[in-house]
């Protein structure tokens, strides 16, 4: 079946409404003149509402989002500060034994070197005789 399109146009006068009931145009743009303040009204209503909203509501948004913020970053600061302490504490704990260590090993180093010092004036005055019988 081929649609054939006649002009002019026939301009329908007559329409369904949102129940499926035949409605003539004129009385659906009465009733859309009708409804339309308050339609109007009520995005006026809420442009107004979500205004208000934005205006307090985002101070008050903002201070409790500023809040959680803070209180955030103070936790991790805290953590951090944690952390810190605990990494200073074990280097100190480190350096200290190495500390303890090195002690050690300069008061064998000298005791080692007094040893040989000692060892050396002993074979020296032990050679000196038999140097000059020589």
Excluded: Y
């Excluded at 006026?44 to 934005?54: D, F, L, R």
């Excluded at 605990?86 to 300069?106: C, G, P, T, W, Y």
């Amino acid at each position: 079946m081929k649609l054939v399109c006649k002009w002019p146009l026939k301009i329908a006068t007559r329409t369904t409404n949102i129940w499926g009931e035949l409605m003539d145009i004129n009385s659906t743009q009465a009733l859309l003149s009708d409804l339309w303040p308050a339609i109007g009204g009520v995005l006026g209503g809420a442009a107004t509402i979500v205004v208000a909203i934005k205006g307090f509501g985002g101070k008050i948004l903002d201070g409790w989002i500023d809040n959680r913020f803070k209180t955030s970053l103070q936790r991790v600061q805290n953590e951090h500060e944690k952390a810190i302490a605990h990494l200073k504490m074990e280097i100190d704990s480190v350096l200290a034994a190495r500390v303890k260590v090195q002690e050690k090993q300069f008061g064998i180093v000298a005791t080692a070197w007094e040893k040989f010092s000692e060892m050396f004036v002993a074979v020296a005055s032990a050679l000196t005789p038999v140097q000059t019988c020589l």
